[in-house]
């Protein structure tokens, strides 16, 4: 629910390790704590390599940490634009048409006009402003749609499989072995 420049400025802080006033790169400030142990083993790493790959893309070109916002409120869509012309970091920004629906009154319909409005509004400033939009709910009923929209960034619905239930309830009541 990022809805402000604030919120925003905010979130991309919090992904970002601090660094003396006037460095290079330095807004926003960085607020994550230290201790880079973890995520430097995961990634491969030593601690000095993750370091110079654990900041914000497109802060630091080098930078391997994406920060994606979701607008989802009217707000944050009214607000967008300031967001993305005051906060560097924000690299995707996710309709959550779920949420954006609710808000603007019209829970899940997104045929309405008024949700289709505020989501091509949404990614035409994103496209104005350069920055990816992304769609959370892809499936193969809608992927050519949405690709013809201008979404770069497609998250494909989770596929929900009650396979086992089915095999678990079958060999319960003895009907499998």
Known sequence: HVCTVEDARAAVAACRYSRPAGS????????????????AKYWGLTQQEYYS????????????ILVG?????????????????QVPGIGLVVIGEGDLSQDLGFPRQYDHPKVVEAMTDIRRICAEKGVVCGHPHVN?????????????WLMASPTRSFAAL???RARLSGQAK
């Open 140 to 152: 193969p009923n809608n992927i050519d749609g949405l690709i013809d929209e201008g979404y770069r």
């Open 166 to 168: 089915e095999k678990g």
């Open 24 to 39: 290079a790169n330095f807004d926003p400030a960085g607020q994550r704590g230290d201790g880079p142990g973890i995520a």
């Open 69 to 85: 916002m979701m607008c989802e409120k009217v707000e944050a869509w009214k607000n967008l634009p300031d967001i993305l012309d």
């Open 53 to 64: 790959r654990a900041d914000v893309w497109p802060i630091d070109p080098k930078g391997e």
